[in-house]
């Protein structure tokens, strides 16, 4: 079992451009939350999906962001015209039930740079 | 509003050391409280509490709960080089979802 991937682990983007961050979920994993890490804080919960579904998008901001997790493929994260207060790692994790899991697997996260 | 207090948020020691990192929280529908270790990565998961009282273990590092006071601590002891680290706190709230709220972290630096 992989874990969790993520890709790219390094992204740069100009201001105004789009960023896009993928997450493959650990297998057998339908859940994902994706988090943001700023400079010197904590993780900050984003959004959780399960396949096909936004559960929760309770800490995700209500522009340029969205997040997608098909039936097939990696779920996206994606930010439109990006701002250099975008600019961040980016954590996914998974989990293979929702409601009764013992803990969520992280990937190694995606560093966003926006310059 | 939904909280997790973590004190201190930096921490110097020295090896051999003993550190006892708290997380306390404010967040309705507790479910269960995590802790994690960050390095330059992804966090990985130390341990999962949802019962008041007992002890979870894990070499030198181990952890209780007090859902009456509501905070937990993470003790590590005989400290190394290689406990530095960000310990992140996490409390897991149950709705009709699982929902998680993340602590500032403490950073640790132990010293040789």
């Known amino acids: 079992n992989a874990g969790v991937m993520q890709n790219p682990r390094h992204l740069v983007r100009r201001r105004g451009q789009e960023a896009r961050l993928r997450c493959s979920p650990m297998k057998g994993h339908s859940h994902v939350y994706w988090y943001r890490q700023l400079p010197e804080e904590g993780l900050k919960f984003m959004v959780y999906?399960?396949?096909?579904?936004?559960?929760?998008e309770s800490g995700m901001p209500k522009e340029r962001f969205s997040a997608e997790f098909p039936k097939e493929g990696p779920s996206i994260l994606r930010i439109q015209q990006v701002v250099r207060g975008d600019s961040a790692a980016y954590f996914c994790a998974s989990s293979p039930q929702g409601l009764a899991f013992l803990e969520q697997y992280f990937g190694p996260g995606t560093r966003l740079t926006v310059t | 509003e939904d909280k997790v207090v973590q004190s201190p948020l930096s921490l110097v020691v020295h090896e051999g050391d003993t550190v006892t990192l708290n997380c306390s929280y404010e967040?309705?529908?507790?479910?269960?409280l995590l802790w994690y270790k960050q390095e330059k990565k992804a966090p990985t998961f130390l341990f999962m509490l949802?019962?008041?009282?007992i002890e979870k273990k894990s070499g030198r590092l181990s952890s209780i709960l007090d859902k009456k006071e509501l905070f937990s601590i993470l003790n590590i002891t005989a400290t190394q080089t290689g406990d530095s680290a960000v310990y992140l706190c996490a409390v897991e709230a149950m709705y009709n979802f699982n929902k998680f709220y993340f602590g500032s972290g403490t950073k640790l630096n132990v010293k040789p």
């Open positions: 949802t019962s008041s009282g």
């Open positions: 999906l399960q396949k096909e579904n936004i559960i929760d």
């Open positions: 967040v309705t529908n507790f479910r269960s």
